[in-house]
C-alpha cells in the first residue's frame, strides 16, 4: 500500500512530555492499556447490546427479536446496561490515564494513516465520555441539555461502537503484545534483581540508561513509584465499589448497600418508587375524580366506572416495574385483564392497541402496545397494588403493567383504550 509521509516536526520542539522517553512507568505501557482496555470494551459492548434492546423495546412496533419471556427480562437488561455503564467510568478514567502520554507520541503526525488513526481515538474518546456523562446524568435525572437523550444516546452508541471496532482492529498487534509480554521485568536483565539490595544498604538507585530509555515499554519502573499491579487493583476496586453501591437499585438484596444508587428501590407508596408523581403530572384532582370511567374504543365501544371494573373477573400477576434509569422493583398487581377487555369491545386478536392516559401533556401520555403484549394473560389493567388499591403517584384509578417491558411503557393514570 502507498503511503503519504509527513516531514518529521524540528526537534527542539521535543521537549517536557514531548522529549523522548518522557513516560517511562509501566503504568503506561501496552500491557496495562490492552487489559484495561480488555475490561472497557467487555462494558462498553454490554451497555451496548443492553442499549439496543432497550431501543428496541421503546421505539420499534412490535419489538421484533425479543422475547416477552422471562417476565423480568427487561429488569435484567437494563439492570446490565446501567451497571455495565457505571462500571465503565472508573475504567475509562484509569485507561485515559494509561494512555495519555499518546497524545505527546512523536511524531505528531507521520502518515495519512497516522492521522486517521489519531481521528479515530478522538472520536471514540468523545464518544464515551459523551456515552457515560449523559447516561449518569438521566440516571440521575438531571437534563442540563437541549437535546433528546434517547436518539442522541442511540446515535452515538453506534458513532463510539464503530470508532471502538477501528481501535481495536488497528491495536490488534499492540494489544496481542501487551497479553504476551510477561508482567514482571524479563529475566535477562540481572540488574533488576540486583536493584533492591542496592537501596537496602542505603545507595542510590540507578536510573535506567539512556539506551533503555529509548524502549520505554521495557523499562522497569523507577523504585516507589507506583506498580501496575497497584493500579490494577486500584481500578478492580473502583469498579467494584460504584457497582456494589448501585446495583442494589435493581438487584433486590443488595438494596441494603447502593449509597450511590439514584434510587432505593423499597422506598415510595406501596413499597415501590415513583418515576413521577401525580403531583408532577399535573394529574391530582383528575385521578380522584369520582366520576371517572374507563373508555375502550373498538368495534363495539364502551365505558365503565371503577366500581363496575372491580366487578369483572379479577387477575393477579407478579410484575417488575423496570425503569430505563436501572432502578426495578416486583409488585402484585391485580386487576382486570387487558385481553378480556379487548375481547368485550370486540377487537379483533391482530389488533395493536393504545393506551391513553388523561395526563395532559408529556412523552409518557400515550403508548402503543404491540399485539403480543395486549393478548399476553398477564398485561392487566391494574387496579391494585399488594393488595391495596394503587396509590394516586402509581396511577389510580388504573395503569397499564405488562411483562418485559420498560417502565416507561407501563402507563399510569389510564383514560382511553384504543384498538388500532
Ligand atoms: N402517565 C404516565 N405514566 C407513566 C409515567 C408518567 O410519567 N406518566 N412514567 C413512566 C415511567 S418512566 C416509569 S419507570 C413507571 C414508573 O411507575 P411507578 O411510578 O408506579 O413506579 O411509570 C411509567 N408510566
Ligand atoms: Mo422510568
Redesign the pocket.
Known amino acids: 500500500m502507498a503511503r503519504l509521509t509527513f516531514p518529521t516536526p524540528p526537534g527542539w520542539l521535543r521537549r517536557g512530555p514531548l522529549r523522548e522517553g518522557a513516560f517511562r512507568s509501566s503504568l503506561h505501557d501496552e500491557r496495562t492499556a490492552a487489559l484495561i482496555g480488555t475490561a472497557l470494551g467487555i462494558a462498553f459492548t454490554t451497555a451496548f447490546l443492553t442499549g439496543l434492546i432497550s431501543h428496541e423495546l421503546q421505539l420499534r412496533h412490535p419489538p421484533t427479536w425479543i422475547p416477552d419471556r422471562p417476565v423480568w427480562i427487561y429488569r435484567f437488561t437494563q439492570g446490565l446496561h446501567v451497571a455495565s455503564g457505571l462500571a465503565a467510568i472508573p475504567l475509562l478514567l484509569a485507561k485515559l490515564w494509561t494512555v495519555y502520554p499518546r497524545l505527546f507520541g512523536w511524531p505528531p503526525l507521520s502518515s495519512i494513516r497516522h492521522g486517521l488513526e489519531r481521528l479515530s481515538i478522538l472520536v471514540l474518546v468523545a464518544g464515551a465520555i459523551f456515552q457515560l456523562v449523559t447516561g449518569l446524568l438521566n440516571v440521575i435525572q438531571w437534563y442540563p441539555w437541549a437535546f433528546a437523550f434517547v436518539p442522541t444516546h442511540y446515535q452515538v452508541a453506534w458513532i463510539t461502537v464503530g470508532a471502538l471496532i477501528v481501535h481495536i482492529a488497528v491495536k490488534a498487534p499492540a494489544i496481542a503484545r501487551g497479553y504476551r509480554r510477561p508482567a514482571a521485568q524479563p529475566p535477562s536483565e540481572p540488574a533488576a534483581e540486583a536493584a533492591p539490595a542496592v537501596a537496602a544498604a542505603g545507595e542510590p538507585v540507578a536510573e535506567p540508561s539512556v539506551a533503555e530509555s529509548t524502549k520505554p515499554r521495557f523499562l522497569a519502573p523507577r523504585p516507589g513509584t507506583v506498580s501496575r499491579r497497584s493500579l490494577l487493583i486500584t481500578t478492580s476496586a473502583a469498579v467494584g465499589v460504584v457497582t456494589l453501591t448501585t446495583v442494589g437499585q435493581s438487584v433486590t438484596w443488595l438494596r441494603g448497600i447502593d449509597l450511590l444508587a439514584p434510587r432505593d428501590p423499597s422506598v415510595?407508596p406501596q413499597g415501590?418508587?415513583?418515576?413521577?408523581t401525580a403531583a408532577q403530572?399535573g394529574v391530582q384532582t383528575t385521578a380522584l375524580d369520582p366520576g371517572w370511567q374507563l373508555e375502550v374504543d373498538g368495534p363495539r365501544p364502551f365505558q365503565l366506572t371503577l366500581a363496575q371494573l372491580a366487578r369483572l373477573p379479577q387477575y393477579e400477576a407478579v410484575l417488575p416495574?423496570a425503569?430505563?434509569e436501572g432502578w426495578s422493583v416486583n409488585g402484585t398487581w391485580s386487576g382486570v385483564r387487558l385481553r378480556d377487555l379487548l375481547d368485550r369491545a370486540g377487537a379483533p386478536t391482530g389488533a395493536d392497541i393504545r393506551i391513553v392516559?388523561f395526563?395532559k401533556a408529556?412523552f409518557?401520555?400515550t403508548t402503543t402496545m404491540p399485539r403480543e403484549y395486549a393478548r399476553d394473560p398477564l398485561t392487566l389493567l391494574a387496579l391494585r397494588l399488594g393488595g391495596q388499591p394503587l396509590s394516586v403517584?402509581?396511577?389510580y384509578p388504573a395503569r397499564i403493567i405488562a411483562p418485559g417491558r420498560p417502565?416507561?411503557l407501563?402507563?399510569?393514570?389510564v383514560q382511553r383504550i384504543e384498538v388500532l
Not at 415501590?272 to 413521577?276: A, H, T
Open positions: 415510595g415501590v418508587p415513583i418515576n413521577r403530572a416495574i425503569c430505563v392516559s395526563e408529556g409518557y401520555a403517584d402509581h396511577g417502565g416507561v407501563q402507563t399510569k393514570w
